[in-house]
């Protein structure tokens, strides 16, 4: 995906591209959801779809959101060891992180994580 988008948020999966990447996530996230390394993947999807909560949300920013697996991100935007999931804001030529995996991580549901995702906004005063 190119990065060519002057301003957005940034989702970024724990998780690297690829059917056979997929398949093994899929199935960890299945089979043993307590040690999946992914908890933006797992507060935003269900088991097959994109949970109705999140997507909801999402669709109601005025800004663009891109979803990017963790190499993809690093291969568009030059910016490696960052531990992942993460979000950052896209202004311009900046690029910022504006939601830790840590803070992510710590979310128990996908209402926590909306929540923070707003605080984060309000913060930084993206609209």
């Known amino acids: ?10 989702f970024v999966y724990n998780a690297d591209e690829g059917f056979y990447n997929s398949l093994v996530d899929f199935t960890h996230k299945i089979l043993s959801p307590k040690t999946y390394d992914c908890n933006l993947c797992k507060l935003s999807y269900g088991n097959f779809t994109e949970k109705k909560e ?15 697996h963790r190499d993809e991100f ?26 830790t995996a840590d803070e992510i991580n ?22």
């Open 106 to 127: 710590y979310s128990s549901s996908t209402t926590e994580l909306i929540n923070l995702v707003k605080q984060k906004l309000l913060l930084y005063g993206i609209h």
């Open 74 to 99: 690093e291969n568009a935007y030059n910016i490696k060891r960052k531990k992942f999931p993460a979000v950052f804001w896209k202004n311009g030529l900046k690029t910022l992180q504006i939601i």
């Open 1 to 10: 995906m190119k990065n060519d988008t002057e301003h957005a948020l940034i």
């Open 54 to 68: 999140w997507k909801e949300f999402i669709s109601s920013f005025k800004i663009q959101s891109l979803f990017f």
